[in-house]
């Protein structure tokens, strides 16, 4: 019998909320986290807008010593990991090292250090390079910190697949779990906020150029013009479940099912493969459609994008039969901290019974024949949740948590 | 160009690593591992020398710096004009 994995901690980092309480308040009352990019002077650029968290004072939660030789987007994670351990009443040191693993999700890791030290290896020469590049640009190194600084000595990887990447990280760490881990710290964050990686999402064609902060990412909406990035995501803490409960601990949710899938490339005859990656979730997590209460959507705001995800999830459900949200309209696109934050709000929807709405989205484009959730809180008896995150060329995941009985 | 001081380095430590107190001559004698900078951080240190105090310090020269005195006297002996 595989061992079961339990969510029993969780640490947010949103552009809407620092905490886990302090984004969900915001979420269920719909309050907007996007503005003007402010990290660096985006006004040449044809896309201003993101999800920014302000307020964020790195010092408050890593030492000195790490901010040296991290970028944000490894401070959030530490940062977010601290939360976590502390929500789930985690003490690393208790857990034996070689059964604590660290599984982060991450898109295009360390930008603004990166970006920084490769300026001055072409403006000033090699020798001008700081040594802390090494380590602080590759997609690992937040898995590294957090390992290093946890004494975690398990199973420890990174999943690199764009907005997939944090239901990748999610599977693998249920997988770590079945495995010899007792305890994952899992989740991922993003900084995708630097002129380097700006550019890199402006040329993938689907940046918002609204400059709207509330009607600027309109997923499955007739207007819909693209997404906008955000920064920050959520870690969670998963643990063996039947572990958890012996020592007492909290459990949100069990992660029940997940798949991965990869589309065929463009003009092939082959179909999408999103709607059979959610029907082996489904099947991996015992269940069928008719048990799932609510599908967190990937909502990538590109017309046909929202086509396809819709055909999926009514090739799945049937069309306008399970709820549907996108909470991520407050935030943005948080790529690798994207679906661990989705994972998350599922995870609050659970537990509270209200499901959160899209914000900014009017009237459904043709062709997506879903009920989505928008304006306001939907109250809803929820046990099984489905969450889909879909990675920029052809990436797409599936992960479904469910109420601890 | 003026001399290059234990003050110097302190500053330069607490940029490259962090944390770390005012050196002063005792502290000064103890090893940079003893004193929690890692070789990466050692290498930090180094880059951070060059790049404030216009010398050159080669991979040799960076492996015998095993202590904030070793860095200050052999900053100065290159400062000076002087081989090593």
């Known amino acids: 019998m595989s061992a079961r994995a339990a969510i029993t901690g969780m640490g947010i980092l949103a552009p809407n909320g620092i905490g886990n309480e302090a984004y969900w308040r915001a979420t269920l009352t719909g309050r907007c986290g996007i503005a003007e990019i402010t990290r660096f002077d985006a006004s040449g650029y044809p896309s201003r807008l993101a999800g920014v968290i302000n307020d964020f004072d790195p010092a408050s939660y890593v030492p000195s010593r790490l901010i040296a ?38 898109s295009s890791a360390g930008n603004e250090f990166g970006q920084r030290e490769i300026q001055k290896l072409w403006s000033r020469g090699p020798q001008f390079v700081g040594a802390y590049q090494s380590i602080a640009w590759f997609y690992a190194a937040s898995t590294g910190q957090i390992s290093i600084r946890h004494g975690a000595r398990g199973a420890c990887c990174v999943l690199v697949s764009e907005q997939a990447s944090g239901l990748d990280a999610l599977g693998q760490a249920r997988r770590a779990i079945r495995s010899e881990a007792q305890v994952v710290v899992s989740g991922g964050t993003e900084a995708p906020l630097s002129p380097y990686a700006l550019v890199c999402q402006l040329a ?17 909406d007739a207007s ?4 906008v990035p955000g920064e920050g995501g959520a870690i969670l803490i998963v643990e063996d479940a039947a572990a958890a409960a012996a020592r007492g601990a909290r459990i949100y949710a069990e992660i029940l099912g997940y798949a991965a899938g990869f589309d065929p490339w463009p003009g ?20 069928t459609p008719r048990d799932v209460d609510v599908v967190f959507a990937d909502a990538a705001a590109v ?27 407050m935030v943005g696109r948080l790529y690798a901290g994207g679906a661990p934050l989705d994972v998350a709000a599922a995870v609050l929807a659970i537990r ?23 304006g306001v809180t939907r109250p809803a008896r929820l046990r099984t949740a489905l969450v889909i995150a879909r990675g920029f060329g052809g990436f797409n995941a599936a992960l479904l948590v469910r109420a601890a009985d | 160009m003026r001399a290059f001081t ?15 107190s005012e050196l002063n001559a005792e502290s000064a004698s103890i090893s940079f591992d003893d004193l929690g900078y890692d070789s990466l951080a050692v290498l ?12 050159r310090l080669s991979d040799d020269i960076v492996e015998r710096l095993a202590t904030p005195n070793d860095a200050v006297s052999v900053v100065n002996e290159l400062l000076a004009g002087g081989a090593r």
């Open chain 1, 303 to 329: 017309p046909a994008l929202d086509r396809s995800e819709a055909a999926a999830i009514e090739t799945v459900f049937g069309p306008h039969a399970v709820p549907v949200t996108a909470p991520k309209t």
């Open chain 2, 6 to 20: 234990l003050d110097d380095l302190s500053k330069i430590m607490r940029q490259a690593g962090g944390g770390a």
């Open chain 2, 44 to 55: 930090e240190i180094a880059a951070r020398i060059q790049e404030d105090f216009t010398v």
């Open chain 1, 352 to 374: 509270d019974g209200v499901i959160p709405p899209t914000s900014g989205v009017g009237e459904l484009a043709d062709g997506c024949r879903i009920d989505l959730v928008r």
């Open chain 1, 268 to 287: 092939s005859a082959h179909s999408p493969s999103l709607a059979r990656t959610i029907s082996v979730a489904l099947a991996d997590a015992g269940i």
């Open chain 1, 224 to 227: 819909a013009r693209g997404h």
């Open chain 1, 69 to 106: 030789q991290t970028d944000l987007w490894s401070q959030f994670a530490l940062a977010a990991t601290a939360m976590a351990l502390d929500d789930a009443g985690v003490d690393p040191a208790s857990v034996p090292e070689f059964t604590l693993g660290v599984v982060t999700a991450s």
């Open chain 1, 204 to 220: 993938s064609g689907q940046l918002s150029d609204s400059a709207d902060p509330e009607r600027c990412f309109l997923p499955f």
